[in-house]
């Protein structure tokens, strides 16, 4: 075999190059998932080949993980395997990896109508800067880092609109003797996620007095110069669902909550997709909008009147 390079080196010359152009949250989960996964079954190969990844996937799926984890692995894995081609580390090996069908998609989990109803009214009678938080969220969609970031400076209450600008993350940092956590503030997931959101009369009727008397630079969850980060928001969280007997529910189902409450409203796609926050409309229609076979009656009956 030729002098090829050992996946181990070949990772820690992908790193170093690749630190210079990405996000410090981003660089920290590609590490982690090196860390976790690609090390312990690579590390000491030159010559990695098909059938050695399409082994791994499948020793992945056995493990428990998802397919879109399994693949988010192999995305780096790939880009790890481009570089050493590029820089003449590796051989080029051309890798199709194949997965097995899977189970029709779950539906996302949401909120009854009755239950969002039900933990609004809380908030409203139970005022609290935490449960605000969560009123927020039911009512713009934010995801649990940006509402852990949102200031009383992102709430423009004379316009009615949110900006979401930033986020809250803790990200695992892997060192070569240890591996530490580190909370930051980071501008959000993409670019589209920086966005401006029109508050509801209700959420507008909340904070419209408190900005009156509010320090803006403040954290809106602590009103304090301090933030909470998201694992302790979530743990909060948890607690009020189970007080309200509330059934269980990731935080992230608040956000799936307001958007197929928008959708159930008949809120155009694109709208619902920008308000969101997603990089790609396709994303909030693989998400939300499951026809049903009412609905694709009405679509094809509605085709045929049009042709009359």
């Given amino acids: 075999m030729e002098n090829y390079t050992e ?23 590609y590490s982690l998932l ?11 190969n030159a010559d990695i080949r098909e059938e050695d990844v399409q082994q791994f996937v499948f020793a ?10 399994v693949k988010d692995i192999l995305i780096v894995l790939k880009m790890v395997l481009r570089f050493g081609v590029k820089y003449s580390l ?20 949401v909120l009854s109508k009755a239950n969002q109803r039900k933990i609004m009214e809380f908030v409203k009678s139970n005022f609290t800067f935490q449960n605000l938080g969560i009123y927020i969220c039911l009512s713009a969609g934010l995801r649990i880092g940006e ?21 809250i993350q803790r990200i695992y940092l892997v060192g070569d003797m240890e591996k530490r956590t580190e909370v930051i503030i980071d501008t959000p997931k993409s670019k589209n996620s920086i966005r401006e959101i029109p508050m509801t ?17 403040f ?17 909060y969280y948890k607690r009020l669902m189970k007080q309200l007997d509330i059934p269980a529910l990731k935080f992230h189902g608040l956000r799936h909550s307001f958007a197929t409450r928008c959708i159930e409203s008949n809120c155009d796609y ?5 308000l969101l926050g997603h990089s790609n409309i396709s994303t909030t229609l693989n998400l939300y909008v499951h026809p049903n076979m009412e609905q694709k009656k009405r679509c094809v009956e509605q085709m045929f009147k049009a042709l009359r």
């Fill in 201 to 217: 009369r209700d959420l507008l009727r909340i904070v419209k007095p408190l900005k009156k008397v509010v320090n803006g630079s």
């Fill in 147 to 167: 509402v852990c970031a949102l200031t009383w400076d992102d709430i423009d209450a004379e316009q009615g609109v949110i900006y979401v600008t930033k986020t």
């Fill in 219 to 235: 954290y809106v969850l602590t009103n304090s110069a301090a933030p909470t980060e998201p694992r302790t928001y979530r743990n």
């Fill in 34 to 44: 090196i860390t976790n996964h690609l090390l312990p079954a690579f590390a000491g």
């Fill in 60 to 69: 992945k799926l056995d493990e428990g993980l998802s397919q879109k984890s």
């Fill in 7 to 29: 996946f181990k080196k070949v990772v820690e010359l992908w790193q170093a190059d690749k630190q210079q152009y990405v996000k410090k949250s981003t660089f920290a989960a």
């Fill in 90 to 109: 590796i051989a080029h090996r051309q890798i199709d990896i194949r997965f097995p069908t899977e189970r029709e998609r779950q539906e996302v989990e």
């Fill in 270 to 274: 694109k709208t619902v997709s920008v």
